[in-house]
């Protein structure tokens, strides 16, 4: 079933499904027919674009953080990872938040990444905590130590999040896959020859 506050297309549908029905009822009774019922339709179709804009729902709001992250990475900004990561968080690797953003620093301190092109594989909300499966096609930069062995890349990833206050912030990030084989944070700790091992 879709979500009318996250699709526009059920209400867009219930918008046609409207004016046919104002087609019909003129065309059986045109005596009762007034001119507003043709405005119908077009208030319905106007309604299912301001819901989509502007309600925002927490899988809209989860989808834009990881956005935001994978966007961090690729511009190489260590410093806007830092507002999207929880407190409290921790890893298999990274016992806190600190932790993780020393790692960004160094990792992301020299050209590594020209593109990201991520993908959702799962996503469950349960608020106030969230679980996400997404996948990053790394394509990388051609400058940079990487690009020698391997021009592009598939990283598979789970993240965990927790709102906190009105935002959703990550307490957890897993390394899935890496080339399409079974990985965790330990495979990209070293130089590139570690990565593509």
């Known amino acids: 079933m879709t979500n009318i506050f996250e699709q ?4 867009l549908i ?9 087609a019909v009822f ?11 019922f ?4 077009v208030i319905i179709a106007i309604a299912a674009f301001a819901i989509d804009f502007f309600v925002r729902t927490d899988n809209e709001e989860i989808k834009e953080a990881i956005a935001k992250a994978v966007r961090a ?3 190489e900004d260590a410093e806007a990872i830092g507002p999207l990561i929880s407190n409290d968080y921790h890893d298999s690797f990274h016992a806190s938040k600190q932790a993780l953003l020393e790692h ?3 990792r992301l301190s020299e050209p590594i ?3 990201n092109v991520y993908g959702i594989v799962s996503l469950d909300v349960r608020p106030p905590n969230a679980s996400a499966v997404f996948t990053v096609r790394v394509v990388f930069d051609p400058q940079g130590p990487i690009y020698e062995y391997r021009k592009i890349m ?12 009105t935002k959703w912030l990550f307490t957890r990030f897993e390394v899935l896959e890496i080339d399409l084989h079974p990985a965790d944070w330990r495979h990209i700790q070293g130089g590139a020859g570690e990565i593509l091992n």
């Open 104 to 106: 960004c620093r160094i």
């Open 38 to 41: 043709w405005l119908l339709p």
């Open 14 to 22: 219930v918008s046609v499904v409207v004016l046919l029905a104002v």
């Open 154 to 165: 598939p990283f598979k990833l789970q993240a965990e999040l927790r709102k906190e206050g």
């Open 113 to 115: 990444i020209e593109k």
């Open 8 to 11: 526009p297309w059920l209400l």
């Open 26 to 36: 003129r065309g059986l009774f045109p005596q009762r027919h007034r001119w507003w």
């Open 73 to 75: 990475v690729e511009r």
